[in-house]
């Protein structure tokens, strides 16, 4: 175990947009696949954050299933998706 509280990491940096890895869209190497390197119609996005690549994939229409350590990202990405 890392000994992080990724609980207290979002909480903390939500303020100023999240945390330095929540860029507010994919990260650019997982982007690259979204058109054609995803097998669908389900995907598991594990360590979802605050569900920028699962709101991209459930946009293209896939089935995602979302999950993080984090309730507090877990939260985030939960209002994420219900703003989408």
Do not use: H, N
Not at 7 to 14: L, S
Not at 70 to 75: E, K, L
């Amino acid at each position: 175990m890392t000994g992080f509280d990724y609980d207290e990491i979002y909480r903390e940096a939500a303020a100023s947009g999240g945390p330095a890895w929540s860029i507010g869209v994919p990260q650019p190497a997982l982007a690259a696949v979204l058109d054609g390197g995803v097998r669908g119609p389900k995907v598991l996005d594990v360590g979802c954050g605050p569900g920028d690549l699962a709101v991209a994939l459930a946009r293209r229409g896939y089935e995602v299933t979302a999950v993080d350590i984090s309730s507090v990202a877990i939260d985030m990405a939960r209002a994420e998706a219900a703003a989408a």
